[in-house]
């Protein structure tokens, strides 16, 4: 799937969710209030619109995809406990 922002006309390719498969994924943003600068900022992170699941946010859209990429999900032990009892 490749995502492109207009604006800054930057394309980044993105891994399918690493937790459903899904490719129905979006770069969302929040701003972030730092105490000790006046400004605000964005922040960005890639978000699966199938399960719901975040990627880290980061200051930059391509940092965020970069982030989004090199998820891998991790185990998840409940998983492993129903697998153990049906043996």
């Known amino acids: 799937m490749t995502f492109g922002e207009t604006r800054d006309k930057i394309k980044y390719r993105l891994n399918n969710c690493p937790f459903c498969g899904s490719v129905v994924l979006k770069m969302s943003t ?26 880290p946010p980061n200051l930059y859209a391509e940092s ?8 891998i999900p991790k185990p998840n032990p409940l998983d492993e406990f129903i697998k153990r009892s049906k043996k």
């Open 64 to 71: 965020a995809a970069f982030a989004w990429n090199e998820c």
């Open 30 to 55: 929040y701003s972030v209030d730092f105490p000790s600068v006046v400004k605000t900022k964005k922040a960005y992170y890639v978000h699966c619109d199938n399960c719901g699941a975040t990627g």
